[in-house]
């Protein structure tokens, strides 16, 4: 009696670490692997080969890195490092001699071979269909659409141009195709993303930019919230405020603005006058009076002094900024600062950072105080077994941001539903609200494999 086996599949696992941008570059990457008949594998003792999507931009997050490197190769599979981290390739191999690749970002192809080259080809029965906007590592009610790789900036603390290179869009007709697929799959928010989204287009010298990609969004239909981050604060901001008061994108701006101290500023390479973006704050909110903004800043940046710190905490206080993030400055190899003298001790970084933070606190509680008794529009991220839901409103963002709890829906609601509630509670970053009703709608087609 004749006995047939099963060809073997290579199985592959994943670890993608860092920012939303390399959360995009895995799910690309899955994407490839899964069309090509690749499976994948969560626990990685049973994989053939483990991928570590890494990041390398500030020491935390190589060390994270790294760790994740340890925890990969314990498990005994070949383990293929590749992202920002694997473009410092002798860092690596310093650290870990024994991986079997080191992989700089944006080279899918290289790593698509090295696997092959590793466990083999799978079987061709063992393609799978995967649609055109790829697999989503995110809950499946939102995504993160990537609209350029790259920068043309050259900040003194950052090395991503050198990382990922200069900048390099998409054009309008690929990225509204991916826009597309998403809103089939039943995806009610899109969040844009790139190193600097206002830069979008500048590279095809064409007068393409990100307004007009904002009007190829605003046909979207169904009109999906939509939601635009790392906004580098340059003029064209100003323009995007009106679509964000018409609806066309979520009353939500994510400007990472670094540092108020001009002094410290300029030794940053951005944008200097803070006067000047007070103003335009103010401006913004008397077009859009509802917008949310969020930054980020940068305590003990070397030669910060006991001045500039103020500088920066007078302007937070005014600012009123809706959500901070705060990061104690960090050497970041490769990058210009770590040559400037003046370092400011880690202990007085961190003792910033948390002042600031308390300033925000109390600034975020004072703001969301004000939303008792108002209701919003949310989407449902989570729903328990006990039925408490986890939602947001358009003023908050997935992760960064704070969250919504009802204890008590009404009726059947599930994870990515839009629905109306009312706030009944605030601590300095969440809120407790009552649900009035579910107003989701049903005209989107579900997405079907195959």
């Not at 350029?148 to 900048?167: K, Q, T, V, Y």
């Not at 998403?182 to 590279?203: C, F, H, P, T, W």
């Not at 100003?238 to 964000?244: A, E, H, K, R, V």
Request: net charge negative.
């Amino acid at each position: 009696m004749s006995t047939s086996t099963q060809p073997h599949i290579p199985r592959i696992g994943v670890v993608s670490l860092g920012c939303p941008k390399n959360l995009v570059d895995s799910q690309r990457l899955i994407s490839a692997l899964l069309a090509m008949g690749y499976k994948l594998e969560n626990d990685f003792k049973d994989a053939d080969v483990v991928l570590v999507n890494t990041c390398g931009f500030i020491e935390p997050a190589v060390e994270e890195s790294f760790d994740a490197i340890y925890d990969a190769q314990s498990q005994g599979a070949p383990v293929v490092v590749m992202g920002c981290l694997g473009a410092q390739k002798d860092k690596v191999l310093a650290q870990y001699p024994d991986v079997a690749a080191v992989i700089g970002p944006g080279r899918r192809a290289t790593v698509l071979r090295t696997v092959e080259e590793l466990v083999g080809k799978p079987p061709a029965m063992a393609r799978q269909s995967v649609p055109s906007s790829g697999v989503l590592l995110t809950p499946p009610h939102y995504s993160y659409l990537k609209i350029a790789e790259g920068c043309r900036h050259h900040c003194s603390f950052c090395i991503i141009p050198d990382l990922r290179g200069s900048l390099r869009s998409r054009s309008i007709a690929n990225i509204m195709a991916e826009a597309r697929d998403l809103i089939a799959r039943n995806v009610r928010e899109i969040m844009i993303i790139a190193q600097d989204s206002s830069d979008y287009g500048a590279d095809f010298k064409d007068g393409t930019n990100l307004l007009k990609l904002c009007d190829a969004l605003a046909t979207l239909q169904p009109h999906p919230w939509i939601r635009l981050h790392y906004v580098y604060p340059s003029k064209i901001v100003d323009d995007l405020i009106p679509y964000m008061r018409d609806g066309v994108i979520v009353p939500y701006l994510d400007v990472p603005l670094q540092h108020a101290s001009p002094r410290i500023l300029k030794l940053m390479k951005r944008p200097g006058n803070i006067e000047h973006t007070l103003e335009r704050i103010n401006a913004w909110r008397e077009i859009c009076p509802d917008i949310s903004i969020r930054s980020n800043f940068i305590t003990g940046f070397p030669s910060e002094t006991d001045q500039d710190f103020n500088e920066l905490l007078d302007f937070v206080q005014k600012a009123r900024l809706d959500r901070v993030g705060t990061f104690p400055y960090s050497d970041v190899e490769g990058a210009q600062a770590n040559d400037f003298e003046g370092a400011v001790p880690e202990e007085i970084r961190q003792e910033r950072a948390q002042i600031l933070m308390e300033l925000q606190e109390q600034i975020s509680k004072e703001k969301l105080q004000q939303r008792i008794g108002h209701t919003y529009d949310m989407i449902v991220d989570h729903v328990s077994e006990e039925g408490v839901m986890v939602a947001r409103t358009k003023y908050e963002a997935p992760d960064i941001d704070g969250i919504v709890n009802i204890y008590e829906p009404q009726g059947d609601v599930h994870e990515g539903d839009i629905i109306r509630a009312t706030v009944i509670e605030s601590t300095a970053h969440d809120m407790t609200a009552v649900m009035e009703e579910n107003i989701t709608p049903r005209t989107h087609i579900p997405f079907k494999m195959g």
